[in-house]
C-alpha cells in the first residue's frame, strides 16, 4: 500500500506505459465477459423477483428491486469474481513465473524493488479500472431488467428507469465503487503474495495461481 501511494506520483522503477498496459488487460479485456454475464443476471434476478411479487400484484416494484441489488451488492460483488478469476489468476501466474525464472532475483541484482516495477502498475491499473468495470455490470444488469420488463412485466423502458433512478441513491453508488475498489485491491494483494511465495520448479507455478484464485 505504501509503494502504491508513492506510485501515484513516481514513476521511478516502473516501466512507461506499465499502468496503461494493465488497464488494458485488467479492464477493457474484461468488458466482454462481465458484459455476458451481467445481463445473463439482470434477466435472471428481474424474472424471479415477478415470480414472487406477482402474487401480490406489485410487478412495478421489480425494478426497485433490480437496481437495489445491482448496486449495492451483485454488481460489486459478481465483478470481483470475474476479476479475481481472470485478472488475479493471471497476476499470481505472472509473478510466480517471474520468481521460478528467477526474473525477481535479478530485478533486485539491478537495484530495481520488485514490488514497485510488478506489483503496483497493476495495483494503480485495478484501483481504475475496477469501478468502471462495476458501474458498466450495473448498467448492463439494469439493462437486462428493462429488457424483461418491456418483454414480459409490461412494464415501458421510461417507467423502469425511473423507479429504478428512484430506488437508488447517490449513497448507493458510493458505497459501490468504494466496495468494488476494496475488492481490486485484495485481489491484487493475494495474487502477488502466492506468486511471490512459489519455491521450486515449473510445476509450483500452477499450484500458486490456484491458491490465489
Known sequence: FYWWAVGVVK???????SVLEQCWTIGVQSLPLVALLSIILGVILSLQSALQLQNFGANIYVANLMSISMVNEMGPMMTAILVAGRSGSAIASEVATMKVSEEIEALEVMGID???YVVVPKFLAITLTIP??????I???????ILVGASSLDITPTIFISRAAGAVGLNNIVKSLTKSILFGWIIV???SYFGFSVSGGAEEVGRATTLAV
Do not use: H, M
Open 189 to 191: 494483494v493475494i495474487g
Open 114 to 116: 520488485p514490488i514497485r
Open 139 to 145: 448498467y448492463i444488469g439494469i439493462s437486462g431488467g
Open 132 to 137: 468502471i468495470l462495476v458501474a458498466f455490470s
Open 11 to 17: 514513476t521511478e522503477q516502473r516501466r512507461k506505459q
